[in-house]
């Protein structure tokens, strides 16, 4: 890879600047920030050779474009990408909701007459609970999952240029299709965050003597919480019918467990538990 260009050096985009430059997988970094005040910042961290706020003097000699936003903004960002892409150019993205955002960007790219262009969608399962570039690092993505989630503007030869890079960055690929995707995610990732936040917002309360005897249990429960409410809020959103399904069979199971406790069944609760654990044990047996 000759030149990669990251829009949106936040804690995902700047982590990719980081692994990039640290595993030498391009000649030239290039870095578009939305602020010109943080053009400076990202050039005192020395990890790009070009740091600007005009896509005119970050994307036209690019081989590869990393979008690195939010998926509210892909559709304005890549509007004005796509006018001045490289021949041939490869774009991918890192965004947490895949189909809204690969049926945009193929959309975008089918009507603008320039089939030379290629986009793999894709979506590392890294992050925090912090964001912003001064939370980056180069080994967020080290053993991490990251699916690979193709469109009808991918290419077999686009496809396998995403799959190195994410591998060359640490992660262990799975090529998927977007909505099957964003069904898993509601599970393993969606669904979580809610968990979490509803569990803060129930036994957290400030007002309460209780979290007094709070312990580490319901600090690492909740450590997702503190994940950005602007960001959670779009993802969402964006994957409303997977999270609203999931969450439904949550609520049914969670109900349940209630009426086991309302009718003193114990051998129902110890079930409840039992499958809990072997459900954990089977899919992490090495924690």
Same mark, same amino acid.
């Given at each position: ?19 990039? !430059? #640290? ?56 509007? #004005? ?40 969608? +894709? ?9 912003? %570039? ?6 967020? %993505? ?22 190195? %890079? ?11 299709? +977007? ?7 509601? !599970? ?25 005897? +709070?312990?580490?249990?319901? !600090? ?41 406790? #309302? ?7 110890? #079930? ?11 899919? %992490?047996?090495?924690?």
């Amino acid at each position: 890879m000759n030149n990669i260009s990251i829009i949106g050096p936040g804690l995902l985009g700047g982590s990719v600047a980081l692994a990039s !430059k #640290k595993f030498e997988l391009a000649d030239r970094i290039s870095l578009w920030v939305r602020r010109p005040a943080a053009v400076e910042e990202l050039m005192d961290a020395n990890i790009a050779e070009i740091v600007s706020n005009d896509f005119n003097e970050v994307i036209p000699d690019s081989d590869l474009i990393v979008l690195a936003t939010p998926v509210g903004a892909v559709g304005e960002i890549l509007s #004005k990408i796509i006018p001045i892409a490289k021949s041939n150019a490869i774009i991918t993205d890192l965004c947490s909701v895949k189909k809204c955002v690969v049926s945009l960007v193929d959309k975008l790219l089918s009507n603008s007459n320039r089939e030379d262009l290629n986009f793999v969608g +894709a979506h590392p399962m890294a992050g925090a609970e912090v964001g912003g %570039f001064v939370n980056a690092r180069a080994d967020l %993505f080290s053993g991490s999952v990251c699916a690979i989630t193709p469109g009808i503007t991918s290419s077999e030869n686009s496809e396998a240029v995403v799959y190195k %890079f994410w591998e060359e960055l640490g992660c262990r690929c799975i090529k998927i299709d +977007a909505s099957m995707h964003d069904e898993m995610v509601a !599970k393993v990732s969606h669904l979580p965050h809610l968990i979490s936040s509803a569990l803060a917002i129930t036994s957290l309360d400030d007002k309460s003597d209780d979290v007094k005897l +709070a312990g580490p249990g319901i !600090k690492g429960m909740t450590r997702v919480a503190l994940g950005s409410p602007d960001m959670w809020a779009e993802i969402l959103l964006q994957n409303k019918d997977s999270v609203e399904k999931v969450l439904l069979e949550h609520i049914d199971s969670i109900s349940e467990v209630l009426n086991h406790l #309302k009718d003193g069944q114990h051998e129902e609760i110890l #079930k409840f538990l039992n499958k809990a654990r072997e459900n954990r044990i089977n899919c %992490f047996p090495s924690d």
